[in-house]
């Protein structure tokens, strides 16, 4: 069974950093694209960055995060990270990771919350 677990996120004030996990059981990151997308209130999730799979590992952002989101991956841990520096309160929102593009599987994680206020 496939999982996908997040977590890494928190509350920070703006102008502060995080760095989100992705930890994969039963999928291979290294072979899949992947991606980080972000879901705030009121609002359809939207994809953030993603990485294609070895051995390119190419990297592509979202206008929104380009310059201080960084999207990375350990093939030995199976994991995906997504940095973030300088947040600003707009980056408040669930995160979650997925395949990019995402066709119904694998199922999506639980996500993990990331709140920018002072």
């Known amino acids: 069974q496939v999982q996908l677990v997040e977590s890494g996120g928190g509350l920070v004030q703006p102008g502060g950093s995080l760095r989100l996990s992705c930890a994969g059981v039963?999928?291979?990151?290294?072979?899949?694209?992947m991606g980080w997308y972000r879901q705030a209130p009121g609002k359809q999730r939207e994809l953030v960055a993603q990485?294609?799979?070895?051995?390119?590992?190419?990297?592509i952002y979202a206008d929104s995060v380009k310059g201080r989101f960084t999207i990375s991956r350990d093939n030995g841990k199976n994991t995906v990270y997504l940095q973030m520096n300088k947040l600003a309160p707009e980056d408040t929102a669930v995160y979650y990771c997925?395949?990019?593009?995402?066709?119904?599987?694998?199922?999506w994680g639980q996500g993990t919350q990331v709140t920018v206020s002072s």
């Open positions: 039963g999928i291979n990151f290294r072979l899949n694209p």
């Open positions: 997925n395949r990019f593009p995402w066709n119904g599987w694998p199922n």
């Open positions: 990485i294609l799979p070895a051995p390119g590992g190419n990297t």
